[in-house]
């Protein structure tokens, strides 16, 4: 009886030491992982991107430079694979998502001046890695449009916005300048910034 009790007391003993061990293994895999790959914002691999700030619905259009076999979805869309708020993509450069203002993680925020979401563009089925895309879309339908009381298109404020970030929502922000496109029409159009030059380098 003694020696069946030493033999259960030995064996969980050893399975906490053996579970520890692991979990410590998983922990620094996970922090050097994270030490090692840091995803900021990128903004190579695409010619232009669009939001259309319509009445009903926002969409976002984006033209790559390669062949894409990746997938598009909204922040927080991944899990459930909406049909409007994510795509797998199967080869070609052109891609757009289309949908309502009370979906695909659409959230007004004030701060931003309109209804924001954003649209991450990723190479790899299953994870993030540096290189893949993201682009935050903020379209404000309140905004007076461009008529006969406002005949100066300088006089309106913004409608559409398209800004490029990281596709990590975890990453911090760099400080640096951010790469984005504000538009007075219901359209606005981003491009890559263009490469600098061996003096600026």
Request: charged share 25%; with cysteine; net charge negative.
């Amino acid at each position: 009886m003694k020696g069946n009790m030493f033999v259960s007391f030995t064996c969980i003993i050893f399975s906490c030491v053996w579970t520890a061990a692991v979990n410590a293994k998983q922990e620094t895999w996970r922090s050097d992982l994270s030490d090692a790959i840091q995803i900021g914002v990128s903004s190579e691999g695409f010619s232009r991107a669009v939001v259309d700030c319509g009445d009903q619905e926002m969409a976002f259009v984006i033209s790559l430079d390669e062949e894409f076999d990746g997938v598009l979805y909204t922040r927080g869309s991944f899990s459930s694979k909406n049909t409007n708020c994510f795509r797998k993509a199967n080869g070609g450069k052109d891609f757009a998502l289309k949908f309502s203002y009370n979906e695909c993680g659409v959230k007004f925020d004030a701060a931003a001046g309109g209804d924001t979401t954003t649209v991450i563009v990723q190479f790899d089925d299953d994870l993030i890695f540096p290189g893949d895309l993201a682009f935050a879309i903020i379209c404000n339908r309140t905004a007076p449009r461009l008529d006969d009381d406002n005949d100066e298109e300088s006089d309106l404020p913004m409608r559409s916005r398209i800004t490029l970030v990281a596709a990590d929502p975890g990453a911090q922000e760099t400080g640096s300048a951010a790469v984005t496109s504000s538009s007075t029409s219901q359209v606005a159009t981003l491009y890559p910034p263009e490469p600098k030059s061996h003096q600026e380098l």
